[in-house]
């Protein structure tokens, strides 16, 4: 049973830094995209940042691009999100998500086959 879950949300004043953690269990971690998401209340789910596990490339969207980092720990199967310089407007439910094969960019949540719970990270100014 594939299993992805998130952790670190918390609140933070604008300017900090928050890291987020996705476990992975039940799913071979190699050759396949890991994704962060995002959304905030009221909007459509957005993709924030993504990793192809196999190569380690890595994919931003320009509002995060500069303050935020993804990594990942291969031998936990974990992938991080590192979110510095946070901002009020980087406030929402975050999401880990899964799909097989390179990420070939930033892609959609359409694309990926299987998502954590989410972890809430909000930001006050």
Do not use: H
Not at 50 to 62: E, M, P, Q
Not at 72 to 90: F, G, H, I, R
Not at 101 to 116: D, K, M, N, T, V
């Amino acid at each position: 049973q594939v299993q992805l879950v998130e952790s670190g949300g918390d609140s933070v004043q604008a300017g900090g830094s928050l890291r987020l953690s996705c476990a992975v269990s039940g799913y071979t971690y190699s050759g396949k995209c890991m994704g962060w998401f995002r959304q905030a209340e009221g909007k459509e789910r957005e993709a924030v940042a993504a990793i192809f596990t196999s190569a380690g490339s890595s994919y931003y969207a320009d509002s995060v691009k500069a303050r935020f980092t993804i990594s990942q720990d291969s031998a936990k199967t974990t992938v991080y999100l590192q979110m510095n310089s946070l901002k009020p407007e980087d406030t929402a439910m975050y999401f880990c998500a899964a799909k097989s094969g390179g990420c070939g960019g930033l892609l959609p949540w359409r694309a990926y086959a299987y998502w954590g719970r989410g972890t809430p990270v909000t930001v006050s100014s």
